[in-house]
Structures are given as C-alpha cells and as structure tokens.
C-alpha cells in the first residue's frame, strides 16, 4: 500500500507528466485561459486517463503477452485512447453542452494527447500491475488536471496586469509555464 501512495504521490506533483516530462502541452496551453473550461478539461482527462489505463493493462496482461503481440502494443494502446475520447466526446455534447462547446478542437485532441499514451506505454514499461497501472493513471491525470487548473488561473489574473509588450501572448505564457515548472521540480526530492 505505502508503495502506491509513493507512486501516486509521485506520479501527481513530483514527475507531473506535463510540468517534468512536458507531455500533454497542446491542451495544456491551448484550454488554459478560464479556469471552468481547464477544469472541465481537466476532469475529461481523469477519466479518459484513468480507464485507458486500466483497460491497456488488462488488454496487455491478458492477449498482448500471452499471445506474444507485444509489438502492437502502441497501435491498441492508441485504439483504446481513441474510442475512449470518442465515448466522453458524445457524453459532453449530450449531457454538457456549454462544456463541449467550450472545449472545442481539444476535446478530440485527447486523442493525440502524447500524455494519455505516454502513461499507458510507462504503465507496460515499469511492469506495474492492472491496479498500480489504474491508480498511476489516475494521480498522473490529477497531475494534469492541477497543472492546467493552476496555469488557468494565473492566466486569469495576468489579464488586469500590465504585461510589457514583448511579453505579450504566447511569451508570458511560456515564461509562466517553465516558471512553475521550476516550482514542481523543488517536490523532486520528496520522494
């Protein structure tokens, strides 16, 4: 148990998949301007993250290595990404609308989010089990979700400043976003 709550811990604010290994940095710049819709994007990742997780273990548990297909690990890996975003993009345009507008092109970029694959590849790869895999899923999609919510509210903020005009734009974005990932690199020697 005390080594899945490291792995969890660990995997949320020490190695945050977009703050320290810089995976996922299309919607994490792209959907950051309101904190409603990075949370909205936020909470769209867990569960895509967390269940893509969970069903690639089994799937490379039960038939990519018992059947020696390791090889095409990636392309069911990415597969099983896709027809998840698709489930969650028909869910939002149902049940939430606002949201599904609000997110726009980002939503179907889930898709492409290196992220999304890079935990299910990293799940494989340090030999973790179908429940370690769900719960490293899980804290990395937190991880995610705290960075783009945090980032989205400075962003807000930034608005009523005065931002020199060099700065301006995608500048002050970038310098806000190596900025705190210098901060999540002071948790490196937590664990």
């Known amino acids: 148990m005390k080594e899945v709550l490291l792995i969890a811990i660990g995997s949320a604010v020490v190695n945050n998949v977009v ?3 810089f995976l996922g940095l299309c919607p994490f710049f792209g959907v950051s301007k309101k904190t409603n819709t990075a949370a909205g994007m936020g909470v769209a990742v867990i569960f895509v993250i967390t269940i893509a997780s969970f069903v690639t273990s089994v799937l490379d ?3 990519l290595q018992k059947f020696d297909l390791v090889y095409l690990r990636t392309i069911v890996f990415i597969l099983v990404i896709a027809a998840l975003v698709q489930f969650v993009e028909m869910f939002l345009k149902k049940s939430v609308p606002s ?3 609000a997110l726009g092109v980002f939503l179907p970029l889930i898709t492409t989010n ?3 694959l890079g935990v299910a590849l990293n799940n494989v790869q340090y ?3 179908i429940g ?4 490293n899923g899980l804290a990395t999609a937190v991880g995610f979700c705290i960075a783009i919510v945090i980032m989205a509210s400075i962003r807000e903020k930034m608005e009523y400043n005065a931002v020199p005009n060099p700065f301006r734009g995608s500048a002050i974005v970038l310098v806000t976003a190596g900025l705190m990932s210098i901060a999540f690199m002071g948790f490196s020697g937590v664990i």
């Open 127 to 129: 030999g973790y089990g």
């Open 19 to 21: 703050l320290s290994q």
């Open 114 to 116: 290196c992220a999304v």
């Open 61 to 63: 548990k039960f038939i």
């Open 99 to 101: 949201l599904y507008n």
């Open 132 to 135: 370690v895999s769900t719960v």
